[in-house]
């Protein structure tokens, strides 16, 4: 089976633009999950979509969302960016949403550095 | 609010030795818990997961143990080697079903 993926890997962007990220989970997957990872504030949550619908949203500004779509790929958007925004941003899929036992799989990331 | 610490914050240690990470937490009304290893600019790699029903769990050279009445867990790692360097990062799942996660451990092992 084919791990999560995410594209692009890399990107760079200048204040004030908006920047999509794309993520693919492994087949079968239909919960998706968002992470920022940065030097100072470590892994924090973003959100969770579960057939097209979020279902969980961590405490990040509204100049953060995301959809998913019927295939479960889902894309997340940053309006507006700023320089704080520079992060790993990283994508994790799992086949059972909640619960004790949804063992969550994680795509290599995307590397956001905002100029 | 729940809070994950792990210590220590780096680990550096002679191959062959057996050695310990620690994870704790603030609010025992978890899920699970998960460890995950980390290398140097990669995605995570799930290594246990347990439930909170659960006391251990055990991965060929890994075991990881969840006391969750004290908030403590802890992931063995036995005869370790080179491969093993990385960050290990623990998360729980809270009662809003989010994962809060530790800063992690940086784990180098000298050959």
């Known amino acids: 089976k084919a791990g999560v993926t995410q594209t692009p890997r890399y990107l760079i962007k200048t204040r004030g633009q908006q920047v999509t990220l794309s993520c693919s989970p492994i087949?079968?997957?239909?919960?998706v999950s968002w992470y920022q990872q940065t030097p100072g504030q470590g892994l924090q949550f973003l959100f969770e979509y579960f057939s097209e619908t979020q279902r969980n949203k961590g405490n990040f500004p509204g100049r953060f969302s995301g959809r998913q779509f019927s295939n479960s790929r889902s894309e997340m958007n940053v309006s507006t960016l700023e320089l704080g925004d520079s992060a790993l941003y990283l994508c994790a899929s799992s086949s059972v949403p909640g619960g004790t036992t949804d063992e969550q799989y994680f795509g290599p990331g995307t590397r956001l550095t905002v100029t | 609010k729940q809070e994950v610490t792990q210590i220590p914050a780096a680990l550096s240690v002679p191959e062959g030795e057996n050695l310990v990470l620690n994870c704790s937490f603030t609010?025992?009304?978890?899920?699970?818990l998960q460890w995950f290893r980390q290398d140097p600019g990669k995605g995570l790699t799930s290594l246990l997961l347990?439930?909170?029903s659960q006391r251990e769990q055990t991965s060929g050279r890994l075991n990881a143990s969840l006391d969750k009445s004290s908030g403590r867990s802890t992931l063995y790692i036995a005869a370790s080697q080179p491969g093993d360097s990385a960050t290990y990062l623990c998360?729980?799942?809270?009662?809003?079903?989010?994962?809060?996660w530790g800063a992690g451990t940086k784990l180098i092992i000298k050959p």
């Open positions: 998360a729980v799942k809270n009662s809003n079903y989010q994962l809060i």
């Open positions: 609010d025992s009304a978890i899920y699970n």
């Open positions: 087949s079968g997957h239909r919960s």
């Open positions: 347990i439930q909170s």
